[in-house]
């Protein structure tokens, strides 16, 4: 599944918007967050064993820290102390696709979904593992009602245009590239996929370009994060 960036990784840790604002401003990584959480759910659950964010915020935490097992251990308490805890299940879901339980991933972002339908995350991780199963048409499905939440999120209209390129619809790949291009000019994904989807349609010259640009994008990154 692909990377947890930081701004995912607060809503799945349970840990204050002081230590958000802290761990941001001095650019820690990661497992620094990680383990910090689990300190914090640790205490949390030493004081009140029944504190089922704490077991979620800890499963997520152990997500971060590839600990998949000892994540839905936790995400599973956390259901079991609160049954409709949306995020628990969206956790659990995590964990499970990355030990490769991709159906059991499925069924808990089903859950997720059951309990809140506007769970944007929820529908895009759902859409993830649709496409690792090369079930297109669900992942599409799933995208777009990721975008019907949160229209200006670019992301979500790369990943949809990749299910399209799949699925070998080269012109609505090419639609969504744009969109999220619109939307986030830097988007070296969307270059890139669009690309992809230039060549297959013969137009090289474009495809050409698309890549070029997405090479000079990596290129200024590379060189603002050494700085």
């Not at 936790?74 to 964990?95: F, H, Q, T, V």
């Not at 499905?141 to 200006?152: G, H, M, R, T, V």
């Amino acid at each position: 599944m692909r990377s947890i960036t930081k701004r995912w990784m607060f809503a799945l840790l349970a840990i204050s918007v002081v230590d958000c604002a802290q761990v941001i401003a001095r650019n820690e990584s990661p497992d620094f967050i990680a383990n910090r959480t689990i300190a914090v759910c640790d205490k949390a659950i030493s004081l009140n064993p029944s504190d089922a964010a704490a077991y979620n915020g800890r499963g997520g935490a152990k997500c971060v820290l590839h600990d998949y097992n000892g994540a839905i251990a936790d995400c599973s308490k956390a259901i079991s102390l609160n049954p409709r805890y949306a995020e628990a299940y969206l956790n659990r879901g995590y964990a499970r696709n990355e030990k490769g339980d991709r159906d059991g991933a499925i069924a808990d972002f089903d859950k997720a979904i059951f309990m809140d339908p506007s769970y944007l995350e929820a529908y895009s991780q759902r859409g993830y593992v649709k496409c690792t199963k090369h079930d297109y048409n669900g992942a599409i499905a799933d995208y777009s009602k990721a975008i019907s939440l949160n229209p200006s999120n670019a992301h979500t209209y790369d990943v949809r245009g990749n299910a399209k390129y799949e699925k070998g619809d080269y012109d609505g790949a090419i639609a969504d590239f744009d969109k999220a291009i619109s939307l986030y000019s830097n988007d070296v994904d969307a270059y890139n996929g669009r690309g992809k989807a230039k060549e297959r349609k013969g137009d090289h010259e474009g495809a050409k370009a698309d890549h070029e640009k997405a090479v000079e994008l990596e290129v200024i990154f590379l060189r603002t994060s050494r700085d």
